[in-house]
């Protein structure tokens, strides 16, 4: 039998196999999440009434501050 066509060697099949599968692989990817940022804030007053409710959402900015700070530098507490 006399092939006229071309036909490709069993190695650039196994190639051409694998690189569908990683290109399917890659166009999946992850799993989409959404891109909405949610809220994670700290639930401060809404409305505050008097002087010691603005003294007390000071406060607590304060310690989330010297939270985050230290996170980032531990040996400044300040």
């Known amino acids: 039998m006399n092939l006229t066509a071309y036909h490709p060697s069993i190695r650039r099949l196994q190639l ?3 690189s569908r599968l990683a290109r399917k692989r890659m166009l999946a990817g992850r799993p989409r999440t959404s891109k909405t940022i949610t809220d994670n804030s700290v639930p ?6 008097c002087v010691a409710d603005y003294i007390y959402i000071s ?11 230290s ?3 531990p040996s400044s507490t300040n």
């Open 71 to 73: 996170r980032f530098n």
């Open 44 to 49: 401060w007053l809404e409305n505050p009434n």
């Open 16 to 18: 051409d196999f694998a």
């Open 59 to 69: 406060n607590k900015v304060r310690e989330s501050e010297i939270k985050w700070r």
